[in-house]
């Protein structure tokens, strides 16, 4: 029996969020399917769309979240949270707004 390991130092939990997510003039309709103080697991409306890069991932349980894209499989998308990714490093990160 093989065990996976997760490797995230923040822990998920499951939530059902109706969010956007906002990528330069592109804004998609999606759920929040789960969150961690550094990043989330988001469902888009249409599997079709294929986003990457940067985006403002917003609901109004959470506000406003600049996030970057870490990986896409259909229509699930992978978000870190930018302001976690600063914290961590120490350095700033260079954003569009």
Known sequence: MAFKLDRRGHGRK????LATLKRGNDIYSCHIVELSDAGAR???ASEFAVVEGTARLTAAEIGDMEAEIVWQKGDLLGLRFTAVKKRATGMPTLTKH
């Open 14 to 17: 499951p939530v059902n969020i």
């Open 42 to 44: 988001v469902r888009l």
